[in-house]
């Protein structure tokens, strides 16, 4: 599992992912998201999902902030940011940091 990266996310928005070099898994719904990221766990340390799978995740999600691997992260689709993913991040860094020292709200 050396530095792998993956995206789970709607076609259109994981393409440029792909030419990257990411590896791209499609997921029309968040049930086919949950799916994948159920089999791909353990095989990358960086997943990236996009906000609108992200959202409705969110209770199944909170299994992987007790593991140090996989990483996985809501980022905006090629529709736009929900705001999602920076919400997660903020909340991620004040319970490891026990501070806000990004947006400072």
Known sequence: ???????IG???SI?????AGV???????E???????????KE????FLTEELARPLSTFLKRFDEE???VVLGIPSGSGSTGYG??????????ALGVDILFND
């Open 1 to 7: 599992m050396t530095g792998k990266i993956a995206i």
């Open 10 to 12: 709607d076609g259109d």
């Open 15 to 19: 393409t440029v992912f792909k030419a």
């Open 23 to 29: 590896a791209t898994f499609a997921a029309e719904n």
């Open 31 to 41: 049930i086919k998201a949950k799916e994948i990221l159920r089999k791909i766990a």
């Open 44 to 47: 990358y340390k960086i997943i």
């Open 68 to 70: 140090p691997y996989p």
């Open 86 to 95: 920076t919400e997660c991040l903020k909340n991620a860094m004040e319970r």
